[in-house]
Nanobody, 125 residues
Framework: QVQLVESGGGSVQAGGSLRLSCTLS?????????LSWFRQALRKEREGVAG???????YYADSVKGRFTISQDNAKNMLYLQMNTLKPEDTAMYYC??????????????????WGQGTQVTVSS
């Protein structure tokens, strides 16, 4: 049974930082796979934030480039999202997800079969 569990969310003021973590278990990946972060703000569609694939490439939404950094620790089956210079518009529920293949499909959350339950990030102005 595949499980993804996010942690690290919270409330911060604009300009602050948070580090999200995602623990992955029970997943038997193919040779190539991608781990990604998505977010969903109130009354908005879920959107891709950042992805990292087994070829080492990272991908970011334009709205977070230069502020967010995605990384992983394969030995610990952990995925991270370091979020700096947070803005009120970053407020959302953040989810981690995993899929086989080398395409992160940040613009297509339906490409991901496995999801965590989410962790809330709230940024106040």
């Amino acid at each position: 049974q595949v499980q993804l569990v996010e942690s690290g969310g919270g409330s911060v003021q604009a300009g602050g930082s948070l580090r999200l973590s995602c623990t992955l278990s029970g997943y038997t990946p193919g040779t190539y796979y991608c781990l990604s972060w998505f977010r969903q703000a109130l009354r908005k569609e879920r959107e891709g934030v950042a992805g990292i694939c087994t070829d080492g490439r990272t991908y970011y939404a334009d709205s977070v480039k230069g502020r967010f950094t995605i990384s992983q620790d394969n030995a610990k089956n952990m995925l991270y999202l370091q979020m700096n210079t947070l803005k009120p518009e970053d407020t959302a529920m953040y989810y981690c997800a995993v899929r086989n293949g080398l395409s992160p499909y940040l613009n297509n959350d339906k490409a991901y079969p496995y999801w965590g339950q989410g962790t809330q990030v709230t940024v106040s102005s």
